[in-house]
């Protein structure tokens, strides 16, 4: 069983950065696949960006392609999403989730098995 915390979620201004982290328990975080997604409210929830357990390939939602990177620290099990140059229309609850596959990339949230309870982003205008 892996859990996962997040973290980094908070307010901020359009144009601003933030930098949400996803801490998971286990000894083999280098073999899950981690991904990121976000749901606003009334809406669905979307995917935003996915790692490979090496880091040797990522894959982004074109809506934050150039804004946004994911990356991980095998060594402290934490997948990070750097945010940058922030929108109004990126508000939403920002979750992590993994699934043990070691090099596959994963953009659907019914592949994935473990889930984070999510963080708050909020971008005001």
């Known amino acids: 069983q892996v859990q996962l915390v997040e973290s980094g979620g908070g307010l901020v201004q359009a144009g601003g950065s933030l930098r949400l982290s996803c801490a998971a328990s286990g000894r083999t975080f280098s073999s899950y696949t981690m991904g990121w997604f976000r749901q606003a409210p009334g809406k669905e929830r979307e995917f935003v960006s996915s790692i490979t357990g090496s880091a040797s390939s990522t894959v982004y939602a074109d809506s934050v392609k150039g804004r946004f990177t994911i990356s991980r620290d095998n060594v402290k099990s934490t997948v990070y999403l750097q945010m940058n140059n922030l929108k109004p229309e990126d508000t939403a609850v920002y979750s992590c989730?993994?699934?043990?596959?070691?090099?596959?990339?994963?953009?659907?949230?019914?592949?994935?098995?473990?889930w984070g309870q999510g963080t708050q982003v909020t971008v005001s205008s």
């Open positions: 989730a993994g699934k043990r596959t070691y090099s596959t990339l994963l953009t659907r949230a019914r592949e994935y098995d473990y």
